[in-house]
């Protein structure tokens, strides 16, 4: 019994999908990252991208990369996330907390070893 309570619970927190909460909504966001860190620190960054949003599906890009993510959005508190599926050895993550900011996340690999590269910065979306 304790544990379906438990389960009920996790499920009732968990995080709508956008395609139940905007199903035919599409928009754009620009987003510019100004920091980013690394194992060895942080530094300035200029980096920016957009995320082409329909529904719980994104398209990512960059001045390199397009990428196809997958991702929910929290009404509760309006962040909005997205994934990637692996790609040449490469994950991406990003986050839109609204007003408060938004972060970036890219797994990846150097000499062997995994990295994280984590970016933080702000998203707007494109009227």
Request: glycine share 10%; aromatic share 8%; proline share 4%.
């Amino acid at each position: 019994m304790r544990r379906s309570v438990l389960a009920a619970a996790c499920l009732a927190a968990s995080p709508a999908l956008s395609e139940e909460i905007h199903p035919d909504r599409a928009f754009v966001l620009n987003c510019d990252f100004g920091r980013s860190c690394i194992s060895d620190g942080c530094g300035e960054e200029d980096y920016k991208v957009t995320l082409e949003v329909e529904g719980a599906q994104a398209r990512f890009r960059d001045h390199q990369v397009t990428l196809n993510m997958t991702g929910g959005y929290d009404p509760a508190s309006g962040q909005m996330s997205f994934t990637s599926e692996p790609s040449d050895g490469s994950s991406y993550f990003v986050t839109d907390f609204g007003n408060a900011g938004a972060v970036l996340s890219i797994h990846t690999q150097s000499e062997g070893r995994p990295i994280v590269i984590a970016f933080d910065g702000r998203c707007e979306e494109v009227q």
